[in-house]
């Protein structure tokens, strides 16, 4: 069990989504969902309404 | 002097037990302690790779349990598919052996494919990629387990130190692969980017918005311009886990297509030097292309055939980080390898040439 939690935790990333606005070039950054991948077209952009994409999809370390 | 009279026969006692006899039992048994120390040491490492191997089969079971309608034998044919094996052809004769090898490589994959459609006849050609990719990562885990168990019982059954020790030599770097492979579970599950398709993510965002043509299987390529210069930019085709044929694809638009081509990019991951950074990138010249060889050799030797200069650019990580879900540091490297390709374009073409840009890597979660 102690292998197990330590292999656990050795694996625990936070992953992260950055949609950027094709028109104001606005970034915004929120957690991965299901379904995400890179290039796909992403909700509007919530400063000038225009059509975002996401262009980047990484992960960081989880602060314990 | 009389009064230490007493303690001098005390003394070689003394010297007999704490040295004489130690050194007596080293001698014949000290080795022994050595082995047994040692295959204490190789039996923990044995428990993590067993504990890694069961977690990431139930991983496997679970997560093509999702998809498949019938649960029947589910178990029984993911533990018979981890088993598979393929025999590389021989090479006492070396002449044409590439192409033996795409063959025997080309019937692995199809079987593959028709075993997971058997399997989970509902899936989409996405998930089914993913669902490869993870079956693949437990094979690779089951494959380990069995090779470092194999050579702890031989070493147990001989006695054999010079076994034992080789065996611990190897084990961290073997330990360290296994924790990689661990790590791309989660990110083949979730359909995540990996540190692997940094070329891939390059290229994609180059092709966005432009027309895609496949060019070979599982590999798709686009049309741009940059400077006065004609791209043919190719990549495998996401966001499926795929890793496409960029040689069949170069070997295509050069051979069949009849494209006089001017200059070859080629963008991948490459593993870093203890010491060296992740992200850290290097340019060099060159097919920088990882696999078995059977695309490098062709991309090099249509290449040299048409007398084409080859450029490579290395985004260095580590193996854990080429395997996990893309770190920070790896997708920042975008724009840096951008202007890079962008600079060679300038400095080595004229207005006019044509380029091939090819990203190489695991398209996982990368679309273009």
Known sequence: ???????????????????????????????????????????ECSK????????????????T | MALFEPLQGLDQTWTLL?????????????????????????????????????KSRKEAIDFVATFSKSQENLTEKIDQFLEYFTLLPVDLDPAGIVKKIE????????????????????????????????????TALNSIYKVVRH?????????????????????PTVLEEAHALMGAIDAFKQSQPIGDGVGAMVVGKMM?????????????????????RVLYLIKAEGPGGNVGQPGNALTRLIEEMGIKIDAIIMIDAAL??????????????????????????????????????????????????????MKKEIAE????????????????????????VIGVGNTVGISQ
């Open chain 1, 1 to 43: 069990m102690s292998l197990m939690s330590s292999l656990e935790k050795r694996l625990k990333f936070l992953v992260f989504t950055i949609e950027e606005c094709s028109s104001c070039g606005l970034k915004t950054k929120r957690a991965f969902q299901s379904g995400d991948y890179l290039y796909k077209e992403g909700g």
């Open chain 1, 48 to 63: 000038c309404r225009g059509k975002t994409r996401i262009n980047m999809i990484y992960s960081e370390k989880a602060e």
């Open chain 2, 18 to 54: 704490l040295w004489w006899v130690p050194f007596i039992f080293l001698i014949f048994y000290g080795q022994r302690i050595q082995m047994w120390v040692s295959l204490s040491d190789v039996s923990r490492s044995l428990n993590k790779l067993k504990l890694m191997k069961e």
């Open chain 2, 103 to 138: 063959h025997i490589i080309n019937v692995r994959d199809e079987r593959v494919r028709a075993e997971i459609k058997r399997l989970v006849s509902s899936a989409t050609d996405t998930q089914a990629s993913n669902i490869e990719n993870i079956l693949e990562v437990a």
């Open chain 2, 151 to 171: 050579y702890y019982l031989l070493s147990k059954k001989t006695n054999s130190y010079f076994w034992v020790v080789q065996l611990q030599m190897v084990l």
């Open chain 2, 208 to 228: 966005a918005d432009k027309e895609k043509k496949t060019v070979a299987k599982d590999t798709v390529m686009s049309e741009s311009e940059c400077k006065g």
């Open chain 2, 272 to 325: 870093k030097l203890e010491g060296e950074k992740t992200g850290e990138i290097s340019e060099g010249v060159g097919a920088i292309i990882g696999g078995i060889g059977v695309d490098r050799f062709k991309i090099e030797e249509v290449a040299s055939k048409h007398n084409i200069p080859l450029y490579a650019i290395a985004v260095k990580q580590s193996i854990i980080d080429a395997i996990s879900v």
């Open chain 2, 333 to 356: 490297t975008m724009d840096k390898v951008t202007g890079i390709i962008n600079r060679i374009i300038e400095e080595k073409t004229k207005e006019g040439n044509k380029v091939v």
